[in-house]
């Protein structure tokens, strides 16, 4: 044994490692973790903790802005849970798992309602009911929001009620690997304080995964630093599954300028509060590409637009296209969009009550994950459960803005619900001693290495391969450089060296990010050099149609050894009396309004 690597299990066979017991142990302190630590913790049956790498009240969730989408009809009488559900499934191109948009689109409005009796102070009509905005590409005026901080709103709700429910939390804890028994069935999780790099043990007979994205993964990105994939990489190096992992939305509007902004969010609610895109010739573009919905047309739809203006010389002066909502009075701006306002004028130094500003595409969000159930959560390791960014099948090709919000709370409840039942019924599982000594050492192992790859330059060489070759515009070229760029990177990552002790070590920490994405980063190129089509945010300009054949496929990704296996899947088919929805190419809130009001199909 090399002298590095006696050293280290001296040190891990020195160490006494923290342990603690919990039933349900939610990884995750974002909106669908807090939700999930409240679902598992009801009745006072369960011992439930959350852990997270972060603080309590600091997820990415406090970056969602805009609102929740639910069919209120607060606003709009005649939306309803099934014109949310065919807005849902168009924008998602039917790649969608029907059920869990079935679901969602029934349960959101009970959960909006439920955060209200919580405490939540959501923006209200003349009439005190709960005030309801545009979004992009939504039937009706739908998403519930608090100005344009709801998810900062949705968080703090959420948190008081988990404090209030005896939840343990364990703020600042790095989980690097899900420990499993002798068949496979979730046992525990191995992780340190991020504080001094103390080693923690958490068994647990249920483990519910709500860790969020990978944004991070890219150079432009409206994600915090959080978002860097760890409880999708973890769960599938145990065996869970991936799916739709080439869907990576890019928000059309994130900031341009100054450059250490860029890529911050600009909420889709200014758009939604009648916010108009111009290119540099002053044209509003979108009504060329999109003559019906214009600015308000779906994600991925407005980014490409933003896009092609730039290709052909009519972009702003650092590559995007300006958005204007100084026609607005400046009171109703302020008033509508406080955060906005508050954003430009303090890291851009423009108002935007009197003049337009620059924005342009940022990755925002990934609709592929961990494949779970639609009922329960549960993935296909017994004892995993999964919900929120980290999951899929709500989503589809293309996520409707606003409907992130409703996923965590819905799909939440439903995995932390699934949790506990199934704890409820399941005995203590076996960790062995000797895979928690194998993941202390593999842990220590950057810390001991005199000279090697520096984590910092692997995370940006690898941000700028997946923006240039797995970015918004793809093709076979570029998608096989892009592989055999990351294959070098994964060389370089196992020789990865950390300089200092364990205590306050960002660039320690650095390492296990640039692992998970690592392995992620391979899984969307793979997914998309599979899925030879465009559909929704995924462009191929060399196969820009949408194909009909591959609207009836998933592509499951499964890790064999080192091995990323992609396999086409069928979508489940959706049965006749929600597909009838689908007959008319209005929803069917829409149909019946004009049937109501005799308007026909011009009634649109």
């Keep these: ?97 029907y059920r869990v948009a079935e679901v969602f689109a029934k349960e959101v409005p009970d959960r909006v309602l439920e955060l209200e009796t919580w405490g939540a102070v959501f923006d209200r009509t003349p009439a005190g009911k709960i005030m309801q905005r545009p979004f992009g590409a939504h039937s009706f005026r739908r998403l519930a929001h608090i100005g344009d901080r709801t998810g900062k709103e949705l968080i703090r709700t959420l948190q008081y009620k988990v404090i209030h429910q005896a939840v343990d939390v364990y703020q600042e804890v790095t989980s690097t690997a899900l420990l499993v028994d002798a068949q496979g069935r979730i046992a525990g999780i191995f992780g340190y304080y991020r504080e001094d790099g103390r080693f923690v043990l958490f068994r647990a007979k ?34 869970a599954e991936l799916m739709d992992m080439e869907m990576v939305q890019f928000h059309p509007t994130g900031m341009v300028w100054p450059p250490g902004v860029r890529g911050l969010l600009v909420t889709e609610g200014v758009r939604g509060e009648g916010g108009l895109l111009y290119n540099s010739k002053h044209e509003r573009f979108m009504l060329r590409y999109d003559p019906v919905l214009q600015e308000l047309s779906s994600r991925d739809v407005v980014a490409r637009s933003i896009y ?27 008033a509508k969009l406080p955060g906005m306002y508050e954003q430009f004028r303090s890291l851009a130094d423009v108002d935007i009550t009197r003049e337009p ?10 609709m592929g994950g961990v494949r779970v159930d639609p009922e329960t959560c549960a993935t296909n390791v017994e004892g995993l459960f999964a919900a929120g960014e980290v999951a899929c099948g709500l989503h589809g090709a293309n996520r409707l803005g606003g409907n992130s919000l409703g996923d965590i709370l819905v799909f939440g409840r439903r995995a932390g619900a699934g949790a506990r039942a199934y704890a409820a019924e399941t005995a203590w599982k076996e960790i062995d001693p000797s895979a928690v000594e194998r993941e202390a050492e593999r842990v220590l192992a950057p810390l001991a290495r005199e000279d090697g790859e520096q984590p910092y330059h692997l995370m940006a060489d690898l941000q700028e391969v997946m923006t240039t070759y797995g970015g918004m515009v793809r093709s076979q070229e570029g998608l096989e450089t892009g592989l055999a760029r990351l294959q070098e990177l994964e060389d370089r990552a196992g020789r990865m060296a950390v300089k200092g002790t364990r205590a306050y070590n960002p660039g320690w920490h650095t390492v296990f990010d640039v692992e998970s994405m690592l392995l992620l980063g391979k899984s969307i190129m793979l997914g ?45 088919k959706m049965p006749a009396e929600l597909a009838r929805l689908f007959e008319d190419d209005r929803a069917p809130g829409v149909r019946r309004r004009a049937e109501r009001s005799g308007e026909g199909r011009e009634g649109r």
Excluded: C
């Design 1 to 97: 044994m090399p002298s590095h690597q006696a050293s280290i299990a001296s040190q891990v066979n020195a160490e006494t490692i923290e342990q603690h017991q919990y039933d349900v142990i939610i990884v995750g302190a974002g909106g669908a973790g807090l939700r999930a630590a409240i679902a598992a913790s009801e009745a006072g049956q369960q011992k439930v903790a959350v852990v997270t790498k972060s603080l309590l009240g600091k997820a990415h969730t406090v970056m969602a802005e805009g609102g929740v989408a639910a069919s209120l009809g607060n606003v709009d009488a005649d939306d309803s849970w099934d014109t949310h559900f065919y807005d849902t499934m168009k924008s998602g191109h039917f790649i969608n798992n």
């Design 206 to 239: 249920a483990v519910v995964l709500a860790t969020g994205g990978w944004g991070k993964a890219y150079k432009v990105t409206s994600n915090s630093w959080e978002s860097t994939g760890d409880g999708a990489a973890m769960g599938f190096r145990i065996g």
């Design 308 to 334: 092609k203006e730039n290709q052909a010389g009519r972009g702003t002066p650092h590559g995007g296209a300006w958005l204007d909502i100084s026609y607005k009075p400046a009171a109703y701006v302020k």
């Design 357 to 366: 500003f620059e924005v342009a595409p940022t990755v925002h969000y990934t």
């Design 528 to 572: 998309a050099l599979a899925r030879k089509e465009s559909r929704g945010a995924h462009w191929r300009i060399d196969f820009p149609e949408e194909l009909p054949e591959m609207g009836s496929l998933n592509y499951v990704q499964r890790l064999r050894g080192e091995q990323v296996v992609v396999e086409p899947t069928p979508v489940p």
